[in-house]
């Protein structure tokens, strides 16, 4: 080994596709958002009301069932506003930034919701602002229906 | 648990991109310093624990074909992959093995080398239904833990600052660090490159390619060497939740480090960490990560890490010095930081940390961090249990 030599190198690229199963308490979720509806689900046993929701509390270690609504509105527990750009992992394209992030807990849910945040006053971002999801027109039932929350004032 | 203990560790010269070696060869780098360490040969190897967050490089099966590097051929050879935690628990897997009694001696090795993958691209690809739709990376979602922790506890971008300066001055007595910056002034941190607020580019770890080793052996050989030993004493690993959310303000509650201290320091016997131990190798992966790790581990009250910081309490000449290697800051090829963490405190332990030794250090820590809050904490004592 010659630590002052770069070795010979290869360049590899591909483009390839997966699938993957939504589970139950996924679809169902995805399929409301895709209705502009948001739902958690409530643990029977701890009480914890879950976003996203899950087929288990692991916690209480249980099945979890008991679906109850969440509003499009919360309070921001965190936020950030990021300068580098972020590979989407479905995609393979760069999000361009900046761009905010934020923690949201949704009124209704007891787990916080990290999304993207309107950064058009960045100065308006502190925690414990009220938020409100702003939706796409075009929904398809994916996280992204929304596309941001807002500060309310 | 059998009483086992390190008795010898090797590391590469870590660096941004090693283009002169592949990756068996990396390994065997590290794993050959740690086997000359030890002073023993491959024969004596009886397993060997392999750690690498192989999505990074995009090449699967690194026990199989990268092995050999680690003299693995004819063994029990696994692979450990916990995120951050991998070094950590890879190592944690090598005492399990060799406290059964069923392994004499364990090589654990850990290896990255970011420069040949997309490290991105690995944190990218997470739950395709919930994560990838409102992704912000590593980087983003420290970022949104750290604005909780800093209006909570009153750490300031100075005090995380003065954590990133202290990591890179260590590390320029560390010849294997990726970065050494001797000079580095807190100033100079605050004027880099704004990531994502409040956290600038010195802020952050590097990425590294590097590789490490430790050697692990029973009681009876640890002793029949007559060598030094550094005698684990308790090893701990706790997994949170899944989402970032359901975390609740995870670098003020930090939930898992505190529970896996806790049981560790129970089981060591350690009351006051502040005070009995003598040296810490933690991972912190961004300089106010270190500052939660303060009051999760216990060095102090809550809201006190800016004052440890400012006062030198963790400096290489204060009370508790904390990562006198450099640390995750200086040097972060992913599977092996955990394993450089427990080998750097068994290298403390040892008396043989070169340039960066703490002088008569007898109770050592080692922790691991990874995703969100995985955590490992291992207590270390020349003393025999």
Redesign the interface.
């Known amino acids: 080994m010659d630590a002052d030599r770069d070795l010979l190198s290869v360049s590899l690229e591909m483009d390839l596709e997966w699938r993957y199963a939504s589970g139950e308490s996924m679809e169902r979720f995805l399929l409301g958002v895709g209705a502009g509806r948001l739902e958690a689900v409530r643990c029977g046993v701890c009480g914890r009301r879950y976003l996203p929701p899950r087929p288990f509390c692991g916690v209480c270690r249980v099945r979890l069932d008991d679906w109850v609504p969440v509003a499009d509105a919360g309070t921001l527990e965190a936020w950030t506003v990021v300068h580098l750009p972020i590979l989407d992992g479905r995609t393979g394209e760069m999000r361009p930034s900046p761009y905010g992030m934020g923690l949201i807990r949704l009124d209704g849910a007891d787990t916080t919701l990290n999304h993207y945040l309107d950064t058009a006053d960045p100065s308006r971002l502190t925690i414990g602002s009220r938020v409100r999801a702003v939706w796409r027109e075009d929904r398809r039932g994916a996280m992204d229906d929304i596309l941001h929350f807002e500060v309310l004032s | 648990m059998n009483p086992i203990a390190v008795i010898g560790t090797g590391q590469t010269k870590h660096s941004k991109a090693r ?4 990756q068996p ?1 990396l390994i065997r780098e590290a794993a050959s310093a740690a086997l000359q360490d030890a002073d023993i040969g491959p024969d004596d190897i009886d397993a060997v624990v392999i750690s690498n967050m192989e999505m990074f490089e995009g090449r699967a099966f690194p026990e199989l074909w990268a092995g050999e590097g680690a003299y693995a051929f004819g063994k029990p050879c696994v692979k450990v992959a916990t995120g951050g935690t991998s070094g950590t628990s890879a190592c944690i897997a090598g005492f399990h093995q060799a406290a059964s009694g069923e392994f004499d001696t364990v090589l654990v090795v850990g290896f990255e080398k970011h420069s040949e993958g997309h490290t ?2 690995g944190m ?3 739950d ?10 590593a ?3 420290f ?6 922790y800093m ?1 909570e506890r009153g750490v300031t971008e100075e005090h995380a600052a003065q954590v990133a300066v202290k990591a890179r001055r260590n590390a320029a007595n560390n010849p294997n660090a990726h970065l050494q910056m001797p000079d580095l002034t807190v100033d100079d941190v605050l004027a880099s ?7 600038h580019l010195l802020d952050m770890c590097p990425q590294s390619d590097g590789a490490a080793a430790i050697v692990v052996a029973s009681e009876e050989t640890a002793r029949r060497r007559g060598s030094q030993a550094a005698w684990v004493r308790a090893a701990t690993t706790r997994h949170d ?6 975390l609740d ?1 995870r670098l003020v509650t930090m939930r898992a480090l505190r529970d896996a201290a806790q049981a560790a320091y129970t089981r060591a016997g350690i009351t006051d960490p502040l005070r009995e131990f003598d040296i810490a190798e933690i991972y912190e992966p961004a300089s106010y990560a270190e500052l939660a790790w303060y009051e999760a581990l216990g060095f102090c009250k809550e809201g006190e890490a800016g004052r440890l910081i400012t006062e030198g309490v963790t400096a290489m000449d204060g009370e508790l010095p904390v990562n006198p290697s450099g640390g995750v800051l200086s040097t972060n090829p992913v599977g092996a930081s955990g394993v450089i963490r427990v080998a750097e405190a068994s290298a403390q332990l040892l008396g043989r940390a070169g340039a960066h030794q703490v002088a008569g250090a007898a109770t050592a820590l080692a922790t691991g961090y990874g995703v969100y809050a995985w955590s490992d904490v291992i207590v270390m004592r020349t003393e025999k249990p």
């Open positions: 283009l002169d070696v592949s060869e991105q691209t990218a690809l997470v395709p239904f919930w994560d990838r739709a409102v992704a912000s990376g980087l983003g979602n970022a949104l833990s750290i604005s909780q209006a490159r704004m990531l994502a607020e409040p956290l939740q899944p989402y970032l959310g359901d303000r």
